[in-house]
C-alpha cells in the first residue's frame, strides 16, 4: 500500500478588530441607611437583593496593639465563650447557612461572616456572645499558638515575606506600620490571660462600624442589630484617642537596599513611592498614571517585562491605604541574571511617564479599566460589604465610590502625566532588592548607589 500525500491546506489568517470602547454608564449606588447606637456602634446597612444572603463585617480599630497578642486575639476570639465552645458556635452558624471569621492588621481587627438573610438574627447574637463573653480557653489558645508560629516560620522562609519585610521596615522606620507579622518568640510568649486583658480593653464598640450588606430593609436590620447589640458595653476607660496611629512618616529616597539570599535563584525588587489618600484632589490621576505604568496587565511595565523580555511573569504595581497613610509599590521577582536589566527596564518605565505624557488612547484604556473594576469590585454583596467597611475605617461612606467614580471619568491628560511627575519619579523611590548579593550587588550598583544588608 503506497504511502498517502497529504498536501497542507493554507488557511487565511482572520484579522478582527477588537469593538471600540463604549460609554461609562452611571454607578448607581444601594440604598443604604447608617445609625450610631448610644454605646458608640456605628450600623451600616445595605440593601443588595441579589441573593437571599446578608453579608456582615464589623471592623473595631486595633491600632498600636501588641502584634504579637493581636495576631493570637484574632486566631483564638472565636474559641469559645462562657457558654459556648468553638464547636457549639461553628454548629450554631452552621444551623442559619452561617460561619464567622477574624483577622487583624495595624489598623483594625475585622470579624466577618455571611449567612440566610433570615438568620441575621442568630448570625448577630453569635458575633454579640463573642464580643462580651470570649474565654480563651486555654488549651485552644495552645493550639492556636502552634498553628500561627509554624505560619510565621514558613512565612519567614519565603523570599517574597523577606523582601516585603525589608521594604516595610525602609518605608516606615520606627513607625508601628514597620512589623506587620511578630516574631515565632513574641507569639510563644502570649498567654491566655494577656488576650483576655486585651479583649477587655480593645474589643469595645466605641469607634467600630458593623456593616451589614444582602437582601434586608436597611432599616429593619439596623433595628435588629441595636436589639440584640445595643447592650455592648465591654471596653476599658482609656479613650480612644490613645491608640490613634501618628502619621507615616515621609519616604527618604536613599540608596538601593541589597539584602543577600546566598545562592537564591531569583532576585526581588520591591520599591515604594509616594501616594496620597482617597480623598486627595490627585488621587484619580494618580491611580490612572499607575495603571499605565504597571498596575494592571496592559501596562507598560508589564507589556515590557513580561511580554517583551520575559524577566518575569506577574510584575505588579498598586497604591496601599492605610489609616495613616498611603504609597505605591511595586513588586517582581525575576531570574538572578537578569536582576540588573530588569531593574534598568523598570526605571525606565518610571522615567518615561513621570517625563513624558500617556496617550490618549493608553489613558482611554486605563480609564475604562478603572470605571469597570469599580463596577465589578460591587458587583457581589461580599464585594460590596468589603468596600463599605473599607471605607468606613477611611471616614468614608459609599457616597465616596460615587465622587471617585465621577472624578476618573474626568481626569485629564495633563493632570496624569503632572501626577506622574510629582509621584512616580523613580528619584523618588525607595528600593529594596533582595537576592544572591554576590552575583547582582554589580549589575545594581551600575545604575544607582547600593547598600547591602542582611535580611
Given at each position: ?36 447606637l ?47 465552645t468553638?464547636?457549639e458556635?461553628?454548629?450554631?452558624l452552621?444551623t ?13 481587627l ?51 515575606h ?15 506600620y ?17 488576650l483576655?486583658?486585651?479583649h477587655?480593653?480593645r ?11 444582602g ?6 436590620a ?11 458595653a ?6 480612644a ?21 546566598p ?24 491611580l ?8 494592571y496587565?496592559?501596562?507598560r ?19 496601599e ?43 482611554e ?32 461612606r459609599?457616597?465616596?465610590l ?10 485629564t ?5 503632572a ?23 554589580a549589575?545594581l550598583?551600575?545604575?544607582t ?7
Amino acid at each position: 500500500m503506497s504511502p498517502t500525500t497529504v498536501k497542507p491546506v493554507k488557511v487565511p489568517a482572520i484579522v478582527t478588530e477588537l469593538p471600540a470602547l463604549g460609554p461609562a454608564t452611571t454607578l448607581h449606588l444601594p440604598k443604604e441607611a447608617e445609625a450610631t447606637l448610644p454605646n458608640g456602634l456605628t450600623v451600616i446597612a445595605i440593601r443588595r437583593p441579589s441573593v437571599p444572603l446578608v453579608e456582615v463585617r464589623l471592623r473595631i480599630p486595633f491600632g498600636k496593639a501588641h502584634p504579637a497578642r493581636a495576631a493570637m486575639l484574632a486566631q483564638t476570639i472565636l474559641s469559645g465563650t462562657d457558654t459556648m465552645t468553638s464547636v457549639e458556635i461553628a454548629a450554631a452558624l452552621q444551623t442559619v447557612g452561617g460561619g464567622l471569621s477574624a483577622g487583624v492588621d495595624p489598623d483594625r481587627l475585622l470579624l466577618a461572616g455571611n449567612g440566610l438573610v433570615s438568620g441575621l438574627g442568630r448570625i448577630l447574637e453569635l458575633l454579640g456572645e463573642v464580643l462580651t463573653a470570649a474565654r480563651y480557653p486555654a488549651e485552644e489558645v495552645a493550639t492556636e499558638r502552634a498553628r500561627l508560629v509554624d505560619h510565621i516560620q514558613v512565612a519567614q522562609s519565603q523570599p517574597q515575606h523577606v523582601a516585603r519585610t525589608a521594604l516595610l521596615r525602609r518605608i516606615y522606620g520606627r513607625h508601628p506600620y514597620a512589623n506587620q507579622l511578630p516574631e515565632p518568640e513574641q507569639v510563644k510568649a502570649v498567654r491566655p490571660a494577656q488576650l483576655r486583658a486585651l479583649h477587655s480593653e480593645r474589643v469595645r464598640p466605641a469607634g467600630a462600624t458593623l456593616v451589614l450588606v444582602g437582601d434586608i430593609q436597611p432599616a429593619k436590620a439596623i433595628d435588629t442589630a441595636e436589639q440584640i447589640l445595643g447592650g455592648w458595653a465591654i471596653g476599658g476607660d482609656v479613650p480612644a484617642s490613645k491608640w490613634e496611629l501618628p502619621a507615616v512618616p515621609s519616604l527618604v529616597p536613599g540608596p538601593l537596599m541589597v539584602v543577600d539570599r546566598p545562592e537564591s535563584v531569583q532576585s526581588s525588587l520591591r520599591m515604594a513611592l509616594p501616594a496620597v489618600h482617597r480623598t486627595h484632589p490627585d488621587h484619580a490621576a494618580l491611580l490612572l498614571a499607575n495603571l499605565i505604568f504597571g498596575g494592571y496587565f496592559s501596562s507598560r511595565w508589564v507589556e515590557n517585562i513580561r511580554e517583551d523580555k520575559g524577566y518575569t511573569y506577574g510584575p505588579h504595581s498598586a497604591i496601599e491605604h492605610l489609616v495613616a497613610g498611603s504609597s505605591l509599590t511595586v513588586a517582581a521577582d525575576v531570574a538572578t541574571e537578569v536582576t540588573g536589566p530588569a531593574m534598568l527596564e523598570t526605571l525606565y518605565e518610571l522615567g518615561r511617564l513621570a517625563s513624558l505624557p500617556p496617550g490618549a488612547e493608553e489613558l482611554e484604556q486605563a480609564r475604562q479599566y478603572a470605571l469597570g473594576s469599580l463596577r465589578l469590585g460591587v458587583a457581589t454583596q461580599a464585594g460590596l460589604a468589603g468596600l463599605a467597611v473599607t471605607y468606613a475605617g477611611a471616614g468614608l461612606r459609599l457616597d465616596h465610590l460615587a465622587e471617585h467614580s465621577a472624578r476618573l471619568a474626568a481626569v485629564t491628560m495633563d493632570e496624569v502625566a503632572a501626577a506622574a511627575a510629582t509621584y512616580l519619579a523613580p528619584a523618588r523611590a525607595v528600593t529594596v532588592v533582595l537576592g544572591d548579593a554576590e552575583r547582582i550587588a554589580a549589575p545594581l550598583a551600575a545604575l544607582t548607589p547600593i547598600e547591602k544588608a542582611q535580611p
